[in-house]
């Protein structure tokens, strides 16, 4: 995840010390993150990115195909947690956490998930 | 060392064996699981059974002749008339496609099966599938012979059966197994992180949410356990994978469902799983941030993330609430926490009897050892207490306030104190059966620091007497060492503690056994019974100890459906309505979905009105035909006599003015039919219809009311608008048509008094009387 963007806005108050953690935060994530991940976190935030468009659309715009709305946002959730869930399947720092997934296996889940998900999505669409 | 020298096997050998005697054990648990349900069948005959599965049934009929797509779109015009009624889009369809699908399946296999049999059949067919789900999942708490136990106990316990047996064609059918299968789908994805058993979960959570409006169940028990295992800091990315792949998937799936609609985003039922979802997505964030940088600069972001995380959902939650987006709590649900509610806002909820509170006697009637060992088994589960555990302890606290309050929720509770119960079960048996015999203490002589008499638990009071001459003097300076280390014992390895010698064992052994059996009389007993009764058709004993079967609903309904045009109205008390259609197939009034309240209380004004203000009602809403319940002359207590009291309440919370409750006690206020019943009582419709030439049957004696006890006014009601069409062998069931406008415009009074002074010289009446009592 590409996690500065969210504090920066109310940051603007007062402390060097949350800019100077954000800093930090930002080189270490860039050390030691392996690529793969990082690979991941970029489809991550595209799924945010697209997931807050259309939020915004349904609040100013109109919400009237709600089935439609919901469905595309379900979309983007759905697959937003299902690929962190990928991510932390595969990632080394808490891949420890499950016994017995394999990265193989996170992977196959991960389209199992995506597919069943995107099902729903197809038939919600209207 | 041991107590019994055990042939040895080779490890393969046993493990091959114990595996085939397990599936042989399940097998034969189905098979006792769905015989034990045929008792109605047996007993009776193969007949759908009460009031809402002949709808359902109905409803099945439509789609295996017509298809589904035809059964999507199928607006009914003959229920609720004149309104009609979606059905497409205000049932849960799982049941009926369900065994659609069956129906479908065996016809392509060349099985002519007929549509209800499957019908019939479904439940105990199901019952086989639940205990085997509650096989697994007990599997998991705890090991293999556990969870037999739980299966054997799910398969046959009382509280089960009550919903299941063969023709009891309700949602709950197949509902429990669909329940315990996606808690067990839930805990493996918890065990697991799996994100293919949390979409697995989250497809089976998709069929229960198709098939019951229990559903609601489920998505509050996995949040608020994902919830409770936030709380416990108990975090983990396994559980963020299951929990978001389980609710994202699940919610979107929900919604495909038309009767369920958006609500799993706009009603407050589901907003906890919503919140819970969103409270993992941010502990997942923060971990994930946590794990780059510094504690000390992490608890600086942290504030900052917590406030404003915390100033957003709160405008989130105040904005929402304001718009109205989501709406308020029902009353269903109100009526869960507060057992007052309903009977003070919403009377048709209360007036359904499985929505009393449950009576005491009834944990024990569909529960009883396992209500017993239920409280042990939940505390075995704090003992261990892995994530699995935690969600069997909240099930267990929240099935049984659920069971308190409502009687149909029983159903929720009973699988849970099976998987309890087997848990207790299977560990004492666990320690009573096992050969290995804890080293005696002067056997070791030296080794006074183990002291294991000491920590013998206290059930085992026969083998510390055994012991004492042997080892007393060691014992009691053990003793009070043992209080110490009591507590540290338990979770030694087995050497320090057990149980010594075969008659300790074999005493608690044969009242094991002993109480299995009784479980196993008592559920056979009270399915056979207690639960096994059609209500369709009622049977009595004969004083020589024959079976006499009363069939006086089927009568009437195959009266009506000979005897009166197919587009003729009936107008019936709710109860009767899905019956009504299903055997009958006649346009009803009101029936058993009970979603318009003021057409209800216009059925219940009708009935509790005098003839003079029904009868515009009636030419109104084009009845032709009035069938009321009458079990006076049998003493069958079910009747609409009895049911009286809610007509009129339902009738007063929207006519207030016209009908009131307090009319209808007498002065003393007691519920009367007798001579001192009150006016209102005696004027209105259903009192007249109920006991129309009851009297007659007495022959000059005065007539007695068997339900109430009670005797009856010499002189019996009469009736002018309407005239009596039918009345079944018992008198059960009573039809009355309604008379149409005079033709020479006279009103309906006038024009019987003329007719009665007129035609007093033919018999027209003793003949017809003939007729009806031969």
């Not at chain 2, 060349?110 to 499957?118: A, K, Q, T």
């Not at chain 2, 007990?138 to 089960?160: M, N, Q, V």
């Not at chain 2, 308020?328 to 649900?333: L, S």
């Not at chain 2, 929207?654 to 307090?662: A, G, L, Q, S, T």
């Amino acid at each position: 995840m590409a996690p500065p963007k969210k504090v920066s806005t109310t940051a603007s108050s007062s402390t060097s010390a949350i800019t100077s953690a954000l800093q930090d935060l930002v080189q270490s994530y860039k050390e030691n993150t392996p690529k793969r991940v990082k690979i991941i976190d970029a489809f991550l935030l595209f799924i945010v990115l697209s997931g807050v468009a259309q939020f915004v659309y349904c609040a100013l715009i109109t919400n009237y195909p709600f089935n439609a709305f919901l469905a595309g946002f379900g979309s983007s959730i759905g697959q937003f947690v299902l690929t962190a869930a990928f991510r932390a399947q595969v990632n080394p720092a808490t891949r420890s956490q499950f016994t017995i997934i394999s990265p193989e296996r996170a992977f196959a889940d991960f389209c199992f998930g995506s597919i069943v998900l995107h099902f729903f999505v197809y038939n919600f669409l209207g | 060392m041991t107590v019994l020298k055990l042939p040895t096997f080779s490890p393969s050998t046993l493990t091959n064996a114990a595996s085939l005697l397990r599936i042989l054990a399940l097998a034969a648990i189905a098979g006792a699981a769905i015989s034990s349900r045929l008792f109605a069948v047996v007993n009776f005959e193969s007949i759908i059974h009460e009031f809402d599965p002949w709808f359902n049934y109905r409803a099945t009929r439509v789609l295996a002749s017509q298809g589904f797509t035809e059964f999507w779109n199928w607006f009914d015009p003959t229920a609720w008339y004149p309104l009609g009624r979606v059905v497409g889009g205000t049932i849960y369809p799982g049941l009926m496609a369900t065994s659609g699908v069956i129906y479908n399946i065996l016809h392509a296999l060349h099985l002519p099966v007929d549509i209800r049999n499957v019908c019939v059949l479904l439940a105990p067919g199901f019952s086989g599938l639940t205990a085997w789900a509650t096989y697994m999942l007990t599997k998991e708490l705890k090991d293999e012979s556990a969870g037999l136990l739980a299966a054997i106990f799910i398969g046959i316990a009382p509280g089960y059966i009550s919903r299941s047996v063969a023709g009891s064609y309700d949602n709950e059918a197949i509902a429990i197994f669909l329940l315990m299968i996606t808690f067990y789908i839930w805990i493996r994805a918890l065990k697991d992180g799996s994100v293919l058993y949390g979409t697995l979960a989250a497809v089976f959570y998709y069929y229960m949410v198709a098939a019951w409006g229990g559903y609601a169940f489920i998505t509050n028990m996995i949040p608020l356990h994902a919830f409770v295992l936030l709380l416990m800091g108990r975090f983990s990315h396994r559980l963020y994978s299951a929990y978001s792949a389980w609710y994202a998937v699940g919610t979107l799936a929900s919604m495909q469902v038309p009767f369920v609609g958006f609500q799993p985003v706009q009603t407050s039922e589901h907003m906890a799983a919503l919140g819970v979802f969103g409270l993992l997505q941010l502990i997942a964030f923060v971990e994930i941030v946590r794990s780059y940088v510094a504690s000390k600069q992490f608890q600086v972001m942290l504030r900052w993330f917590l406030v404003a995380s915390g100033i957003a959902g709160g405008l989130a939650i105040v904005g929402l609430t304001i718009t109205k987006t989501i709406a308020p709590w029902t009353g269903r649900f109100y009526s869960l926490w507060d057992t007052g509610y309903a009977k003070k806002y919403i009377p048709i909820i209360a007036s359904v009897s499985e929505h009393q509170p449950t009576a005491w006697p009834a944990f024990f009637m569909d529960l009883h050892m396992l209500i017993f060992l239920f409280p042990a088994g939940v505390i075995l589960c704090f003992k261990e207490l892995r994530e699995e555990h935690v969600f069997v302890i909240i099930y267990a606290v929240m099935a049984s306030y659920f069971a308190g309050v409502m009687v149909r929720l029983m159903l929720t509770l009973t699988p849970v104190v099976c998987m309890a119960a087997a848990i207790a079960l299977s560990s004492l048996l666990d320690t009573y059966l096992s050969v290995e015999e804890p080293a005696r203490p002067d056997s070791n002589g030296v080794d006074e620091t183990s002291a294991p008499g000491a920590d013998v638990p206290a059930e085992v009071t026969v083998s510390k007497k055994k012991k004492k001459d042997v080892a007393a003097a060691a014992a009691a300076a053990a003793a009070h060492s043992a209080a110490t280390t009591a507590t540290k014992a338990k979770t030694k390895p087995s050497a320090t503690y057990g149980i010594f010698g075969l008659d300790t064992r074999l005493v608690v052994i044969v009242n094991a056994i002993f109480m299995l059996v009784m479980f196993v009389l008592h559920c056979t007993w009270v399915t056979s019974s207690a639960y096994s009764s059609p209500s369709v058709v009622l049977a009595s004993r004969r004083p020589d100890g024959s079976q006499n079967i009363i069939d006086d609903f089927r009568e009437a309904y195959y009266w009506l459906r000979q005897n009166t045009p197919q587009d003729a109205v009936v107008m019936s008390w709710w109860d009767y309505g899905y019956q009504i259609a299903g055997m009958a197939d006649r346009p009803t009034l009101v029936d058993n979905n009970t979603w318009n309240n003021t057409h209800i209380a216009t059925v219940g004004k009708a009935m509790s009105s005098s003839e003079e203000v029904s009868y515009p009602i009636l030419r109104k809403h084009d009845v032709d035909y009035i069938l009321i319940i009458f079990g006076g002359l049998i003493g069958y207590s079910g009747d609409d006599i009895n049911k009286f009291l809610w007509m009129v309440r339902i009738a007063q919370g929207v006519w207030p003015d016209e009908i009131k409750e307090p009319n209808y006690f007498t002065p003393r206020g007691e519920y009367k039919v007798d001579d001192q019943a009150s006016e209102a009582m005696k004027n209105s419709l259903m009192y007249k219809m109920s006991y129309y030439r009851f009297n007659e049957l007495f022959s000059g004696s005065p007539a007695f009311d068997r339900v109430r006890n009670q005797q009856l006014p010499r002189e019996g009601p009469k009736l002018d608008y309407i005239e009596e069409a039918f009345t079944s062998e018992n008198w059960i069931v009573r039809i009355y048509e309604v008379k149409k406008e005079d033709p020479l415009g006279r009103d309906l009074k006038t024009a019987n008094a003329f007719d009665g002074g007129k035609k007093r010289k033919p018999s027209k009446p003793t003949s017809r009387r003939r007729a009806l009592t031969a």
